[in-house]
C-alpha cells in the first residue's frame, strides 16, 4: 500500500496480470530452485462495431480499460457517451466495443511506435495540437512523495517486476493507477479508468516509470495533462512536442533529483522553490 493519504485506492477488482514459474537463480555462493511470479504478456485485439481496430500486447488485465483509454487517447471517441457496449470475451483476448453512431470506419493508416510490445497509434505524430492552458504548480516536494507513492501502489511491480506503473494526480495524492508491461497501454488504461469514472483528467498530473516518448506526450496532451512526470528519461521529439504544447515535462524523477525539461515555472515558481 502507498503511503497514507497519497493514494486513494479505487481499485474494484484483483488484477492477476502473473504467471507462477518454476526457475533456477544463480548466484557464486551457487544455483537454487525458486518458485514465483512472473509478469503474464498477452495479444489483445480491440473490434469496434464489429470491425478490428488493433491488436496491442498488454498485461492480461483491466482490457475494458485500455480499449476505452485507446479509442479515446487516439481522438476515436469522446466520451463514454458514445459507447453503447463493452464486453471482454471469456478468454481476454478481445474487446468488443459497440458505439451509438454505425457511421465508424477504422483508420486506414497505423504508426508503430517505440513502446514496449509494440505500440501503435493512429495519431499523426507530426501534426500540432493548440497548446495547452493551465494554471496547475506543484512543488518539487510534493512530486518526490507523488513518486514514491507510485512506486508503493505499484502491487503487480511488487509481485514480479517487469511491468510498468502510470497514475493520475491532483497534487495531492494518487487518483488513479494503472500497470501494464507496455507502458503507452498504462495512459490508455488510465484514460479508460477516468472515463469510467466520470474524472476529466485535464488539470491533473500524470507520473509514470516509462521513458517518455513522442506517443507517450500526444497521449497526454489528448487528456490535457499540464505536467508529465517520468522515472526515466524523455526522447529529443517528446521534449521539443511538450515544448510546442506548453507541456512541463519532468526527466529522471527521483527521491532527490528531477531534470526540468520544459515549462519548468509550474515547479520552480510555486512555494519557497526559487526560479531560474
Known amino acids: 500500500m502507498a503511503e497514507s493519504g497519497f493514494y486513494e485506492d479505487m481499485t474494484e477488482e484483483h488484477c492477476e496480470g502473473t504467471t507462477q514459474a518454476d526457475y533456477i537463480t544463480v548466484t557464486r555462493r551457487g544455483a537454487q530452485p525458486v518458485s514465483a511470479e512472473v509478469i503474464s504478456e498477452r ?5 469496434v462495431n464489429g470491425q478490428e481496430l488493433a491488436t496491442i500486447m498488454c498485461s492480461p488485465c483491466q482490457q475494458d480499460m485500455l480499449a476505452l483509454g ?25 474487446v468488443d466495443v459497440w458505439l451509438n453512431r454505425a457511421d465508424f470506419s477504422p483508420p486506414r493508416r497505423a504508426i508503430l511506435t517505440s513502446g514496449c510490445g509494440g505500440g501503435v ?6 501534426g500540432m495540437f493548440e497548446p ?21 501502489a505499484a502491487e503487480l511491480y511488487s509481485r514480479a517486476r517487469g511491468v510498468h506503473s502510470s497514475a493520475l494526480s491532483d497534487g495531492e495524492r494518487l487518483l488513479l493507477v494503472a500497470e501494464d ?19 476529466d483528467p485535464r488539470d491533473h498530473i500524470l507520473l509514470t516509470t516509462g521513458r517518455i516518448s513522442a506517443e507517450m506526450i500526444s497521449k497526454a496532451r ?3 495533462v499540464p505536467v508529465v512526470c517520468s522515472r526515466t528519461s524523455p526522447t529529443d521529439l517528446s521534449v521539443r512536442l511538450a515544448h510546442e504544447w506548453n507541456i512541463t515535462l519532468v526527466g529522471y524523477l527521483r527521491r532527490n533529483s528531477m531534470n526540468l525539461y520544459t515549462h519548468p515555472v509550474r515547479i520552480l515558481n510555486h512555494g519557497g522553490d526559487e526560479g531560474i
Open 43 to 47: 495479444l489483445v485485439s480491440i473490434f
Open 222 to 224: 489528448r487528456m490535457g
Open 132 to 152: 495547452l492552458q493551465s494554471e496547475v504548480r506543484v512543488s518539487a516536494d510534493r512530486l518526490w512523495a507523488l513518486m514514491d507513492a507510485l512506486g508503493q
Open 70 to 94: 485507446f479509442l479515446a487517447n487516439e481522438g476515436l471517441i469522446g466520451s463514454l457517451d458514445e459507447v453503447r457496449a463493452l464486453h471482454v470475451c471469456p478468454s481476454g483476448a478481445c
Open 181 to 199: 508491461v507496455g507502458r503507452h497501454n498504462t495512459l490508455d488504461k488510465l484514460r479508460g479508468l477516468a472515463l469510467q469514472r466520470s474524472l
Open 121 to 126: 497509434t493512429f495519431d499523426d505524430l507530426s
